[in-house]
């Protein structure tokens, strides 16, 4: 009753500017947003450094590196450490052995994720949910669980120092992306498919060409997301490549590391060549990037 | 839908299972082949003496018994509580943070947002390369902005002490992913809620305490779950590091074995022992343990957890 007039004018003020974003939290404008942006330097000052620190140290020469206190910025820059990196490792050969995997398990999710999430979205079964129940538990079941079963059934296989092992599964599908393409399903109307039924397309056709090309956007998402997870994959190719020519960056790096002493900077260099792609692939499909986070976040 | 026991299939319901069969096959192949029968298959290893060559061998209990008895597994154990006890509280803390502070309509926020998200989708053994150098005691960082503030070097990776407080900290890298997700959860309380409390007198802290906080308990949940799960599982950085140290073919775990997490020790009993029966035990311990972790938070959080009644 006794709220101050000018309060309330206040306020109301407040709530018309809000409009554009009503989550926003009203109230202690400046000095909140003052320490938002205070917080958020300081935050991504932590964040970014050590890719800062890691492009310092692969610039610097061996004597410099060492330096104590180590210099902030590279004084003499050696270039030529990124053509030494590529040059005592394997790199070509672990770059290549990289590509591959990579390739191959994108394209094996890119194939299965929507194929399965289809079966799980746009056809009503009995039992659907309850099976799609099953497909999103094995989500917390822990992989490592899995090695050494898994190691030795690809053993008996033969595949066993292969892409196979790494690759195959790829082509049956992954819970997470399988969410996420059903998700996306679910939200396309369901009468373009009893339309295309109706017009005499069978089942696949309807999937293949009603769906898909609408799902593109999805897709690109799963592609985005699984060729970042192959690239940085590591415990598969330690478990399963045995040959040195067959590593990835992953692991080749690793042993290359411990058996031939490589120094710092031309590790950090290496490191430099193994991220780059990655931080490129986000500026260039940012968007894909986070809508494939949120997307994710429905189910929390 | 009542689940009947014996299902009694209409022609449209058999129609469709067959039309939906095609379409997840391969999951439920792919689930028999690469999951189930696996998991089956490793808990019938754990009651034999296998090698990976040759016959595996009937062995009883004896697996587990030895299990109990390994001082080597219960550090390893140890060590994996230890760090997900630290490293899952604070990533939900240090994800929901960022989150907020985010949430207030700066117009740069699109490179906060890539500065913290970035790293998490970068390799998991190039960040530990990049620790290495970052917290070594001599030309690292950390260490010469510690002495700036007067903070004697720590050494970070070759201190017992400290080895699992890094990975505490470069699991930390990983926060941005989650905090995209607390961000969209901020983003989707309703400003009226916001609005109501202001106008009964409720300051900032009482309204993220009373709205906020409450409004994105699922999520704290979902990721408490999920972090936890892929916390009993780390094994990559600790294997990248102890590398470095490693004379010939033997993995070392790091200082005092410090860094032997139960995965790591799972990998050293299978491929460096060939002790496949003893590992596949182990396997099963750890499945048991990420359930009833699982379960026990899920349990907690009904107390703390609030589910919109829609």
């Known amino acids: 009753m006794t709220v101050a007039r000018e309060e309330l004018h206040r306020t109301q003020a407040e709530a018309a500017e809000f409009k554009l974003s009503p989550s926003r939290e009203p109230g202690f404008r400046i000095p909140q947003t003052l320490l938002a942006r205070i917080g958020l330097i300081i935050a991504a000052a932590m964040f970014l450094l050590p890719f800062y620190w890691m492009a310092n140290s692969a610039l610097k020469g061996t004597i410099e590196l060492t330096s104590i206190p180590p210099t902030l910025w590279p004084h003499v820059p050696e270039w030529s450490n990124f053509v030494t990196a590529v040059t005592i ?98 939200g396309l109307p369901m009468e373009i498919s009893e339309q295309a039924r109706i017009d005499g397309a069978n089942e696949f056709q309807v999937f293949l060409f009603v769906i898909m090309p609408l799902a593109k956007p999805a897709i690109a998402v799963v592609i985005i997301f699984a060729a970042v997870q192959a690239w940085g994959e590591f415990l598969t190719p330690l478990l399963f490549l045995q040959d040195e020519t067959k590593y990835p960056l992953s692991i080749g790096l690793q042993f290359y590391r411990q058996s031939h002493d490589v120094s710092y900077n031309l590790l950090m260099a290496a490191s430099t060549l193994i991220v780059i792609p990655i931080i490129a692939l986000f500026l260039v499909f940012q968007r894909f990037f986070i809508q494939g986070v949120t997307a994710g976040s429905l189910k929390g | 839908m009542i689940a009947a026991p014996r299902f009694r299939l209409s022609v449209d319901d058999r129609r469709n299972l067959r039309t939906a069969l095609p379409f997840i096959a391969p999951w439920i192949i792919g689930f028999i082949a690469f999951t189930l029968y696996p998991i089956i298959y490793s808990l019938y290893l754990s009651f034999t003496n296998y090698s990976g060559f040759g016959d595996a061998t009937p062995a009883g209990f004896t697996n587990y018994q030895h299990m109990a008895q390994d001082p080597l597994f219960w550090q390893s154990l140890g060590n994996t509580l230890y760090y997900t006890a630290l490293a899952v509280p604070i990533g939900v803390v240090v994800a929901i943070v960022l989150a907020l502070m985010m949430n207030q309509n700066l117009r740069e926020v699109a490179f906060y947002r890539a500065a913290f998200y970035v790293p998490s989708i970068l390799p998991l053994f190039a960040l530990t390369f990049i620790f290495i150098v970052l917290l070594n005691p001599g030309f690292g960082l950390v260490d010469y902005l510690l002495g700036l503030v007067g903070i004697p070097s720590i050494n970070w990776l070759g201190d017992a002490a400290w080895t699992k407080i890094s990975i505490v900290m470069l699991a930390q890298l990983g926060a941005g992913g989650p905090a995209l997700i607390f961000l969209a959860a901020l983003r989707a309380v309703p400003g009226e809620l916001y609005e109501a409390a202001r106008l009964e007198g409720a300051g900032p802290l009482r309204r993220f305490f009373r709205i906020t906080l409450p409004l994105i308990t699922p999520v704290i949940l979902f990721d408490l779950i999920y972090g936890t799960i892929l916390g009993v599982q780390i094994f990559t950085p600790a294997f990248v590091l102890a590398g470095g140290t490693s004379g010939g073919g033997a993995y070392t775990a790091g200082p005092e074995n410090s860094l032997l997490f139960y995965v790591f020790y799972l990998y050293k009993n299978a491929f460096q022992y060939s002790d496949m029966g003893y590992a596949s035990a182990m396997a099963w311990v750890l499945f048991i343990i990420s359930v009833v972790l699982s379960f026990a938070i899920m349990k907690w959080s009904q107390q703390w957890v609030h589910y919109e009644s829609s």
């Open chain 1, 89 to 186: 490792i394997p790199f070509g050969t672990f770059l290549t052995n990289s590509v591959i995997l990579t390739v191959g398990v994108t394209v094996g999710a890119a194939i299965s994720n929507p194929l399965i999430a289809y079966g799980f979205s746009r056809i009503r079964w009995p039992g659907r949910d309850f099976v799609f129940g099953i497909v999103m538990a094995s989500i917390f079941l822990p992989f490592p669980v899995l090695i050494v079963a898994l190691f030795d059934i690809f053993a008996k296989l033969q595949w066993v120092d292969t892409f196979l092992p790494i690759i195959v599964p790829a082509f049956f599908g992954n819970p997470f992306f399988i969410f996420l393409m059903r998700q996306y399903f679910l």
